[in-house]
C-alpha cells in the first residue's frame, strides 16, 4: 500500500503535467482553422493590445510624464498632484474600459474556443472521447444522459443546472477573495482554492459539451481534488504575484491554452491508473465546494427556487 501522501504528491505531479501539455494547443489549431483564428483574437486583444497597452503605460508613458512633470522643482507639489490625475484618466478612460471589453469579449470567445477543440478533439486521437464512447470511462464520468427526461423535464434540470452552477461558482469566488485576508495561511489557502477554481472553470467546458450532469462533475471533481490541484496550479502559478491588471490580461491570454489542454486531456484514465497500479481505492472526497454549496442552496430556497437535484428527483420520481 502507498502512503496516502504520496499518491496525492503523484496525482498533483500529474495533473500539473497534464496542465502543461502545451503540445495539445498547437494540434489542436492545426486540425481546425476556426480554432487557430479564434485563439490568435484572443491573443490579439488581450496580450497585443491590452497587454502591450500596459508595458507601454509603465514603461514609456509613466516615466515621460515623470520627466515633463518632475517632483524636484519649485511646482514640484502640484505638478505631482496634475500627474496624478492625468495617469487617473489613462485608468478610467483607457484600462479599465479595455478591461471591461477583455472580459466581455473573452467569455464568449473562450467558449467558442473550447467548443471548437471539442470537435477537434473528437476527430483526433488526443483525446479521452473516444475512449469514453467505447464504455472505458468510470462510471463517475459516464456520459449517458439515460437517467435525465427528455422534453420538458430535460430542459427545466438544464436550466436549474445552470442557475444553481453560476450562483455556485459566483460564492466560490466570494470564499476564495475572503479567504485570501486570512493572516498568515490566507495567502496559501488562496492559491489552492484558486488552483480549484480555475482547474474547475477549464474542465467545466469539456464536461458541458460531453453533457455530464452537474451533480457528476462536482462529484468527480471533489474525488480527484488532488489531481486538479495540480492541474489547477500552473494557472495560479502565471499571475499569482502580478497586479490585479496585469494579472487579468495574462490569465486572459494563458486561460484558452489551459482549456484545450483540459479538452484534450483525459484525467479519468491518469487518475485511474496509480490507483489500478497500487490497488487502493482513491483518496476519498474532499468537500470543496461545501461552502458554496450551502449559500446556493440557502440563495435558491430565498428566491423559492428548487435546485437541479430536486428538480431532477421530481421529474423522475
Known amino acids: 500500500m502507498i502512503p496516502k501522501s504520496k499518491q496525492v504528491l503523484l496525482l498533483w505531479l500529474e495533473g500539473f503535467r497534464e496542465a502543461c501539455s502545451l503540445h495539445r494547443v498547437v494540434i489542436l489549431c492545426h486540425r481546425s482553422r476556426k ?3 479564434r485563439t490568435g483574437q484572443c ?5 497585443l493590445i491590452f497587454l502591450g497597452s500596459l508595458g507601454v503605460f509603465k514603461w514609456f508613458i509613466d516615466p515621460a510624464l515623470l520627466w515633463i512633470l518632475p517632483d524636484q522643482c519649485a511646482h514640484g507639489g502640484f505638478y505631482a498632484f496634475l500627474r496624478g490625475g492625468l495617469l487617473q484618466l489613462f485608468y478610467v478612460f483607457w484600462f479599465y474600459p479595455l478591461y471591461m471589453l477583455s472580459f466581455i469579449l473573452s467569455n ?4 467558442d474556443i473550447a467548443k471548437l477543440g471539442f470537435e477537434a478533439m473528437e476527430e483526433s486521437d488526443l483525446s479521452s472521447a473516444e475512449a469514453l464512447r467505447q464504455g472505458e470511462a468510470p462510471t463517475s464520468l459516464n456520459l449517458a444522459n439515460a437517467d435525465r427526461p427528455s422534453g ?3 430542459m427545466m434540470i438544464s436550466i436549474g443546472e445552470q442557475v444553481y452552477s453560476i450562483l455556485l461558482l ?3 469566488f466570494l470564499e476564495v477573495y ?3 485576508v486570512i493572516p498568515y495561511i490566507g495567502k496559501i489557502l488562496n492559491f489552492l482554492l484558486l488552483s480549484w477554481m480555475y482547474a474547475y472553470y477549464c474542465y467545466e467546458y469539456k464536461w458541458n459539451f460531453s453533457g455530464i450532469p452537474l451533480e457528476k462533475r462536482l462529484d468527480y471533481f471533489e474525488s480527484n481534488w488532488a489531481f486538479f490541484t495540480g492541474f489547477g496550479s500552473p494557472c495560479v502559478l502565471a499571475i499569482f504575484f502580478l497586479s490585479p491588471l496585469v494579472s487579468g490580461a495574462l490569465m486572459a491570454i494563458l486561460f484558452p491554452l489551459f482549456v484545450l489542454t483540459a479538452t484534450g486531456s483525459g484525467p479519468e484514465k491518469i487518475i485511474l491508473a496509480p490507483r489500478r497500479t497500487w490497488k487502493c481505492a482513491g ?3 474532499l468537500p470543496i465546494f461545501y461552502a458554496a454549496d450551502t449559500f446556493s442552496m440557502l440563495a435558491l430556497s430565498i428566491f423559492q ?7 431532477q428527483h421530481e421529474k423522475t420520481g
Open 283 to 285: 483518496l476519498g472526497r
Open 178 to 180: 475572503v479567504v485570501g
Open 43 to 47: 491573443f490579439l486583444l488581450n496580450g
Open 35 to 37: 480554432l487557430l483564428l
Open 305 to 311: 427556487l428548487e435546485s437541479p437535484h430536486q428538480i
Open 152 to 154: 420538458l423535464g430535460g
Open 170 to 172: 459566483t460564492f466560490f
Open 108 to 111: 464568449i470567445w473562450y467558449n
